[in-house]
């Protein structure tokens, strides 16, 4: 089976890859962008971006994974379908295998592989995704104006999240499946004392009900009573994953949850590889920081790159 040798590799297509695919074209740099799946990462799972700025209008999740990619073609991005199974970074020639039996290596590595919402794997959950199932309210609160959605969790996140829909939503309720909250005493605090919010304890999602959008949730309590809720949308808060399980998690100091902790220059525990977007050890998850990160990450390469020569 063939190895191939590059200067720079970006492992991951999502936004972060993307953009430290563009930088790293645009730099000249001999460079290779390796993506499993469809170029754009999870803004594939999501219907509208408002958030993203140069877009006043907003824009389709779709449209911008597109022209994100469309613009680093631009400038000749070198990109190849393909599966990163393992990584060997234990030598300054880092080396990454393919499910294809393919071997790559490369002088400085960019990891961008990115997230998935953790779900609650019930039925309707797929089906309603993008229908009134959303995994972030920064993201998707403003389409919930006066209407009645349920959150999910117990965390900082959920109740922090649940706070902030209540500046569009009519009301929230909060579903948790303990009798007590996970979030900091002062998150909780304000939480209670938002008239908008109300919370039912002890109690499980069983299934997301509805035809073209959400309409209803079924519930099960811990003593086992069944009931059903009717919301027009769910927020589904209960963490994320990292798209970790290629990745030396003990070389790369991953912290508890699996993310991997980098300095402000994106610059992980392994010299000569950064990591840039949702896999990042850090609290914001969005397309403008992973963006941001991936720039950040290019040109960290292109230093120890200098450095190494
Ligand atoms: C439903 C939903 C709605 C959202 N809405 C918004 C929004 O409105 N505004 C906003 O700013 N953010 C939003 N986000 C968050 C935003 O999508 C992410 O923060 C952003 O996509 C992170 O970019 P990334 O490049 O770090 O990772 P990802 O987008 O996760 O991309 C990672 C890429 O790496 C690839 N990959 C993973 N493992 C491998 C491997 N082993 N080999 C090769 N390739 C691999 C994946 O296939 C994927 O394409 C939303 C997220 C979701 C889930």
Redesign the pocket.
């Known amino acids: 089976m063939a190895t191939t040798h590059h200067t720079l590799i970006i492992?991951?297509?999502?936004?972060?890859?993307l953009t430290a695919g563009l930088y790293a074209a645009r730099a000249r740099m001999d460079h290779l962008l390796?993506?499993?799946?469809?170029?754009?990462?999870?803004?594939l799972?999501?219907d509208?971006?408002?958030?993203?700025p140069g877009f006043p209008e907003g824009i389709s999740?779709f449209e911008l994974a597109e022209k994100m990619t469309a613009q680093a073609k631009r400038f000749e991005l070198n990109s190849l379908f393909?599966?990163?199974?393992s990584m060997d970074l234990s030598s300054p020639i880092k080396r990454l295998e393919l499910e294809s039996g393919d071997s790559l290596s490369c002088d400085a590595l960019i990891i961008?592989?990115?997230?998935?919402?953790r779900g609650l794997g019930v039925p309707g959950e797929k089906e309603l995704?993008?229908k009134g199932v959303?995994?972030?309210a920064?993201?998707?609160a403003p389409f919930y104006r006066n209407l009645h959605v349920a959150v999910i969790g117990g965390g900082n996140t959920a109740v922090q999240e649940a706070a902030h829909l209540t500046k569009f939503a009519d009301k929230v309720t909060l579903i948790h499946r303990r009798d007590e909250l996970r979030a900091t005493k002062i998150v909780q605090e304000k939480a209670f004392a938002n008239t908008k919010i109300d919370f039912i304890w002890d109690t499980n999602v069983t299934a997301i009900e509805g035809k073209d959008g959400v309409e209803q949730l079924r519930l099960l309590n811990t003593n086992g009573e069944e009931s059903t809720l009717q919301v027009e949308g769910i927020f589904i808060l209960i963490g994320v994953m990292p798209?970790n399980?290629?990745l030396p998690l003990t070389d790369l100091a991953a912290d508890q949850g699996g993310f991997i902790p980098t300095d402000c220059e994106t610059r992980t525990a392994v010299p000569g590889v950064m990591a840039?977007?949702?896999?990042r050890s850090k609290e914001v998850?969005?397309?403008?920081?992973?963006a941001g990160e991936?720039a950040t990450a290019v040109l960290a390469a292109e230093n120890y790159l200098t450095n190494l020569s």
Do not use: F, H
Request: aromatic share 6%; glycine share 22%.
């Open positions: 492992v991951g297509g999502g936004p972060a890859g390796v993506e499993k799946g469809a170029e754009g990462g999870q803004v799972l999501t509208w971006i408002d958030n993203y999740g393909g599966n990163v199974v961008t592989t990115g997230a998935r919402p995704t993008g959303s995994y972030c920064t993201c998707d798209n399980e290629m840039a977007g949702d896999i998850r969005q397309v403008i920081n992973a991936g």
